[in-house]
């Protein structure tokens, strides 16, 4: 599989960790979108797209995002999730919705579109303040 095209998208706002959105063109066929640029505490690193868990109401069966304390369809009071009884971990409340399967493919990706990232930031704000993606 090879990378045919990487479109950066950088962030200027509020949040300082995340300074970008990308997509990822897979052999002119299959594209990847939402891919985030983080600034971690240890360098930059890249999320791929996620969604926020759902649970089931126990009355009427509604998804409602994990961590809600009513359900948005009849309004019932929903249960504390086992893992909302403890601190809970962010990691947890979102699902990836497509991610490398290998450590090494998520490398690869990972060089590639840092690579990117830092081409397009190097361009300076000028050339992306018309492109700049929303959430």
Same mark, same amino acid.
């Given at each position: 599989?090879?990378?045919?095209?990487?479109?950066?998208?950088?962030?200027?706002?509020?949040? *300082?960790?995340? &300074?970008?959105?990308?997509?990822?063109?897979? !052999?002119?066929?299959? /594209?990847?979108?939402? +891919?985030?640029?983080?600034?971690?505490?240890?360098?930059?690193?890249?999320?791929?797209?996620?969604?926020?868990?759902?649970?089931?109401?126990?009355?009427?069966?509604?998804?409602?995002?994990?961590?809600?304390?009513?359900?948005?369809?009849?309004?019932?009071?929903?249960?504390?999730? *086992?893992?909302? &009884?403890?601190?809970?971990?962010?990691?947890? !409340?979102?699902?990836? /919705?497509?991610?490398? +399967?290998?450590?090494?493919?998520?490398?690869?990706?990972?060089?590639?579109?840092?690579?990117?990232?830092?081409?397009?930031?190097?361009?300076?704000?000028?050339?992306?303040?018309?492109?700049?993606?929303?959430?």
């Amino acid at each position: 599989m090879e990378i045919t095209e990487i479109r950066v998208f950088p962030k200027q706002g509020q949040d *300082k960790k995340l &300074q970008a959105y990308v997509t990822v063109t897979f !052999d002119n066929k299959f /594209v990847v979108r939402n +891919i985030k640029v983080i600034q971690g505490a240890s360098g930059l690193f890249i999320a791929m797209p996620s969604r926020k868990a759902k649970a089931n109401c126990p009355a009427c069966s509604f998804k409602n995002e994990v961590g809600s304390k009513f359900c948005n369809l009849c309004g019932k009071g929903l249960p504390l999730h *086992k893992d909302e &009884q403890h601190p809970a971990d962010p990691k947890t !409340d979102h699902r990836d /919705v497509a991610h490398p +399967i290998t450590q090494e493919f998520r490398d690869y990706l990972q060089s590639k579109i840092l690579e990117a990232y830092n081409q397009e930031k190097a361009k300076g704000p000028q050339a992306y303040s018309d492109h700049e993606m929303g959430e």
